[in-house]
């Protein structure tokens, strides 16, 4: 028997998944496949699925046998697993948090892993407001806010929704002055009395 295999995929994150190929020629009445040459048999089937749990590049070893005689065919560093790339996790903080309508809130992203987009839902009715990391938001009209935030990366995607975060209140109207006086006018010394009218 001569030995030679394939296999698919040959690259990819942890855990892989790898389906192997047996394409040995000769008459072959056993099969043991080293997956990563450490000196163990793995499998014993003629076409294993064997999974690389953890990143590394891997040798792996095929020996097949038969009446003839057996033979080995090592294919070096054959499987690449990498790393899955990290998840990301949301995470944001806004200033001020609360104050007099109108108010611009200023929001600083503080998600953790890759992160490649950012959905800002600034009070939370499912649509995006922004897409920018660390976006400024003016909040016309009083009441309490939820703010949403999703962010996507390699990894997948995570969503932070901070209830009742935001709270804009009533602006206060500002003083009109006004007063009065008696008298207004009289002979000197004239002592006057003057009362505030000021709303």
């Known amino acids: 028997p001569v030995a030679d295999f394939s296999a698919t995929p040959t690259s990819g994150n942890a855990p892989l998944t790898v389906v192997f190929s047996c394409a040995s020629t000769g008459e072959i009445t056993s099969w043991a496949w080293d997956c990563n040459n450490d000196g163990a048999t793995d499998h014993t089937e003629q076409n294993p699925t064997h999974e690389y749990a953890s990143a590394g590049p891997y040798t792996v070893k095929l020996t097949v046998t038969g009446s003839g005689g057996s033979d080995d065919e090592i294919k070096v560093a054959y499987i690449t697993v990498t790393e899955p790339p990290e998840t990301p996790v949301a995470d944001f903080s ?9 108010l611009t809130v200023a929001f600083t992203d503080a998600s953790t892993g890759e992160i490649t987009a950012w959905a800002w839902d600034f009070d939370n009715d499912g649509s995006t407001d922004s897409t920018e990391q660390n976006p400024s938001y003016e909040y016309a009209a009083p009441g309490t806010y939820a703010v949403k935030l999703t962010v996507t990366g390699p990894g997948g995607s995570d969503d932070e929704i901070k209830a009742a975060y935001i709270t804009v209140s009533e602006p206060t109207p500002a003083p009109v002055a006004d007063f009065s006086a008696t008298p207004t006018s009289g002979n ?12």
């Open 94 to 102: 806004a200033a001020p948090t609360s104050g007099d309508a109108p």
């Open 188 to 199: 000197a010394p004239l002592t006057v009395v003057f009362s505030c009218a000021s709303t």
